[in-house]
């Protein structure tokens, strides 16, 4: 890893750039232009080529920037030069699916532990994996867990980050709907889908009622983006 630093933002960013140029490869595309890299990813040139700058990566004046160099450039400054074992606690429906997700592996987050406390799952098999008991979680750390997912109910989420945190996983991705505390060394992120669907709502709704009040029918908070 370079030492320069990369703005929170411009990583945000750096996985739809990835997949974008993952896309371009398989259609044996070798440039591609800040402009349509921009509109493939959804944001403007500009923001694309100060984005890849931070990376060291300026393209070519007239040609653009080589997609499987890009690619390259891109995976290894968000680390994916190897593979990072997931592990996945919690075995309802999320927890089974997402372990059933093909696309994790093909984009090197194989799923390698799967964990529950429910004693009708332990022992039993999903996507080629035995669901351990969540008291084997503390044997984690010699399994070369690289990320664990939370998919437990709200109430147990706190003490299985605890356990991830002791067995030395340094970075946690919760599904579940609560805030939880980890140590300023591990990275944690949230996914609420229960928030986004609510923010959605409000969006949609908002859009219809600015609509309504518009001589040409569109809605004035999207002119103002």
Do not use: C
Not at 120 to 125: A, D, F, I, P, Q
Not at 137 to 164: C, F, M, N, Y
Not at 183 to 208: I, M, S
């Amino acid at each position: 890893m370079s030492g320069r630093r990369i703005p929170d933002a411009t990583v945000e960013r750096l996985p739809v750039y990835l997949r974008v140029l993952h896309d371009l490869a398989t259609t044996g595309q070798g440039t591609v232009s800040s402009e349509q890299l921009a509109e493939m990813a959804g944001v403007n040139a500009a923001k694309v080529r100060k984005d890849l700058s931070h990376l060291g990566t300026y393209g070519t004046r007239g040609v653009g920037y080589d997609v499987d160099f890009l690619s390259f450039e891109i995976a290894s400054r968000l680390g994916l030069a190897s593979e990072t074992a997931v592990a996945i606690v919690g075995m309802g429906n999320l927890g089974r699916a997402l372990a059933n997700h093909a696309g994790f592996r093909d984009r090197g987050f194989p799923v390698s532990n799967l964990y529950d406390n429910d004693e009708s799952k332990v022992g039993t098999e999903v996507a080629g994996h035995v669901i351990q008991h969540l008291d084997e979680l503390g044997a984690v750390a010699k399994a070369d867990i690289g990320i664990g997912v939370i998919t437990t109910p709200p109430e147990v989420a706190q003490d299985v980050a605890d356990r991830l945190v002791q067995a030395g996983v340094r970075a946690i991705l919760n599904f579940a709907p609560i805030v939880i505390a980890v140590p300023a060394h591990v990275t944690l992120r949230k996914v609420d889908l229960t928030h986004e669907l609510q923010v959605l709502n409000f969006y949609q709704q908002r859009e219809g009622a600015d609509a309504a009040t518009q001589p040409d029918g569109s809605a004035a908070w999207l002119r103002e983006i």
